[in-house]
């Protein structure tokens, strides 16, 4: 396989064809069979922490990298205006490296989207504040 085609739709199907990009921006997800022919359904959620989706043209183009270090082919690929693009095989140290990174993206988008400190910080917050009035 070479290319990806797009296709948009509100539900994923559930046969899917090789070579289709199936993208739901309704459930901000994408979903393909594996690039490298292997059968393997492959799904990456779309978001600020996540995949990002872009189509030109109607060629789709998902970001970063699709690695699908859980299957048994571990192939490593770019879909960019439609074409695959081959990436290197990760070692399991680079996968690893690359979740804890991942992560650390998250907690800082989120952290940023609420600097007080979220749910926990706000009950500890309203804590202090109460039995300083009682007190």
């Given at each position: 396989m070479k290319t990806f085609?797009?296709?948009?739709?509100t539900y994923v199907p559930k046969e899917l064809s090789d070579g289709v990009l199936y993208?739901?921006?309704?459930?901000?997800?994408a979903v393909h069979r594996c690039a490298c022919g292997c059968g393997s359904k492959v799904t990456t959620p779309l978001g600020p922490t996540e995949w990002s989706f872009s189509e030109h043209n109607g060629r789709p183009t998902l970001s970063p990298s699709v690695g699908n270090w859980q299957l048994p082919c571990r192939s490593h690929y770019i879909i960019r205006n439609g074409n695959i693009h081959w990436e290197n095989q990760w070692t399991d140290e680079q996968v690893l490296a690359g979740r804890q990174r991942e992560q650390l993206r998250r907690e800082a988008y989120?952290?940023?989207?609420?600097?007080?400190?979220g749910f926990w910080a706000a009950v500890r917050r309203f804590y202090r504040w109460f039995f300083k009035l009682d007190g």
């Open positions: 085609s797009l296709q948009k739709s993208v739901s921006l309704e459930y901000k997800v989120y952290s940023q989207l609420n600097p007080q400190g």
